[in-house]
């Protein structure tokens, strides 16, 4: 796919997505995830994952009820303070340390897994 700008050449986002699949945890994804911003409201990564996509209403029906509270009230609370056209206090933010824990991402591998091995039968 491309985009074209007026009176610029096209620009090719497939360049984009190869060089950020190359670079799994250097310094520039890093710098990337924090440029994201969803830190800044609280999210973590997981949460950018939308429930309309295959497996992960499933995935979230298995999860534990506190956990999944935990992630629709950051979402909301996300989306209040967007429309505010603002960001959490920086004590309120996302830290690394608790982005990098993955809560809906196995569960997530294992219903796509499961989804699969009905389709082969």
Do not use: C
């Not at 984009?16 to 924090?34: D, I, M």
């Not at 029906?61 to 996300?78: C, G, Q, S, T, W």
């Not at 056209?85 to 824990?101: G, I, M, R």
């Amino acid at each position: 796919a491309t985009f074209a700008f007026a009176g610029h050449k096209p620009v090719f986002n497939m360049a984009l997505r190869a060089t950020l699949a190359l670079a799994k945890e250097s310094g520039f994804t890093a710098w990337l995830r924090s440029a994201s911003g969803y830190r800044k409201y609280g999210l973590h990564r997981e949460d950018l994952i939308m429930e309309e996509l295959p497996g992960v209403k499933e995935a979230l029906r298995r999860l534990p009820e506190d956990v999944v509270n935990a992630r629709y009230f950051r979402i909301r609370r996300a989306t209040n303070v967007s429309l505010r056209h603002n960001y959490l206090d920086p004590s309120e933010w996302t830290t690394v340390e608790q982005d990098a824990q993955p809560y809906l991402k196995p569960v997530l591998d294992q219903v796509l897994k499961e989804i699969e091995d009905s389709k082969k039968f």
